[in-house]
Structures are given as structure tokens and as C-alpha cells.
């Protein structure tokens, strides 16, 4: 089955610079790439996606890129505000509809 | 983007008895939804995948007859704590896949506590 790895599992950064946040997949068949940002006490909200046949996605301040030779995707968030502080989760999904999910970052940023 | 309903958001009940959490698609049409449990500092812990008219599919360890999930039309699915202990206590989350482009929307979650 497939696996996912994420990496920061925390993460500190001054507001306005940058975080990135890297994962790692394991399934050549997983095509789906989404992210979630989950505040505290609440489910987990769609930020930004990105398929397999697309290599980098930009959203404003946040941006995804996709490596599919090194099973790697990773969350790029500029310009970080105090309000971007939350748990980030990534995921890999097959064409089976199967998601599977990294284990979290947890983002704070200090303002 | 798509919109998914959890209610109730937070209810308390005392040992023994049963809650029920209501999962609803509000703008799309879900022909998977997934139910989660999340403990705190935790990632999600899928309990189990239901699909509309059929029965759930457990992850193991998951006791399906005190987990019932109940997914009986396209954008409503139910998970029913039978006989709910102060164990059962946690961040019980939806997610609903369904739509025109397979995308996975969650919803608010249910904290359950019980007493």
C-alpha cells in the first residue's frame, strides 16, 4: 500500500519568511496530491491540490510542487502571517479514491 | 469549493449511551465518505470507508458493531457510538469524495466527551 512521509513535524518561522514543507509517497499510481490546513478544534480545510501530470501549482502565497521521479511533493507558504499558524497535513490519493495522509506539521509563525 | 456538514460539533452524554454523528455533502453528490478519529497532537485515524448503499469497510481494530456507519444516500453518512465509555472520547471527522474531480473535502468535526 502506499505510504506517506512528512517532514517538518514542526515547524517555527518569523512572519513574513517563508516555510516549506516536504512529503514523500511511495505508490507510483498515486495521481492526486492534496493539502489541508487544520486549525485548532476544527476539520481539516482543502488549501491547494495538485495532479500528477502537473508539476507546480500556485494559489497566491502558497504554492505545491510535484518531483513524480523522486515521489516527492512539497508546500510552499511566502510571506507567512501569524494567521498561517496551524497543523498542515498532506496527502496522496490513487485512482482507487484512496487517500492516505502524512503524519503533520505543526506551523507557527512568530510574529 | 465544496461544502461538507458535520453536526453536532460537540456533544457530552453520559457512559452507556449512544450518539450520533450526522456527515452531509452539501453542493455535491458523495459516493465515498470516510470517517476519521483524531486524538489530540494526532494525525487522522481512518475508521472506516463507506459507500452509498453498501456496507462500511473497517480499518482493523475498528469495532464495526460499536462504530455503526450508516451511509444510506449520496450526501448523508452516519456514525453511531453504541454504548459509548469515557475511551470513546475524541475528534471524530468526515470527509466526503465525490463530485466532478474526486477531490476530498472534510468536515468540521464532532467532539465527543463522554462523562
Known amino acids: 500500500g502506499e505510504n506517506v512521509e512528512q517532514h517538518p513535524s514542526t515547524l517555527s518561522v518569523q512572519e513574513g519568511d517563508s516555510a516549506v514543507i516536504k512529503c514523500t509517497y511511495s505508490d507510483s499510481a498515486s495521481n492526486y496530491f492534496p493539502w489541508y490546513k487544520q486549525e485548532l478544534g476544527k476539520g481539516p480545510q482543502l488549501i491547494i491540490d495538485?495532479?500528477?501530470?502537473?508539476g507546480e501549482k500556485k494559489d497566491q502565497r502558497i504554492a505545491v510542487t510535484l518531483n513524480k521521479t523522486a515521489k516527492h511533493f512539497s508546500l510552499h507558504i511566502t510571506e507567512t502571517q501569524p494567521e498561517d499558524s496551524a497543523v498542515y497535513f498532506c496527502a496522496a490519493s490513487n485512482p482507487g479514491n484512496q487517500f492516505y495522509f502524512g503524519t503533520g506539521t505543526s506551523l507557527t509563525v512568530i510574529p | 469549493g465544496a461544502v461538507v456538514s458535520q453536526h453536532p460539533s460537540r456533544v457530552i452524554c453520559k457512559s452507556g449511551t449512544s450518539v450520533k454523528i450526522e456527515c452531509r455533502s452539501l453542493d455535491f453528490q458523495a459516493t465515498t465518505m470516510f470517517w476519521y478519529r483524531q486524538f489530540p497532537k494526532q494525525s487522522l485515524m481512518l475508521m472506516a470507508t463507506s459507500n452509498e448503499g453498501s456496507k462500511a469497510t473497517y480499518e482493523q481494530g475498528v469495532e464495526k458493531d460499536k462504530f455503526l456507519i450508516n451511509h444510506a444516500s449520496l450526501t448523508l453518512s452516519t456514525l453511531t457510538v453504541t454504548s459509548a465509555h469515557p475511551e470513546d472520547s475524541s475528534f471524530y471527522i468526515c470527509s466526503a469524495s465525490g463530485g466532478n474531480t474526486g477531490e476530498l473535502f472534510f468536515g468540521e468535526g464532532s467532539r465527543l466527551t463522554v462523562l
Open positions: 495538485i495532479r500528477s501530470n502537473v
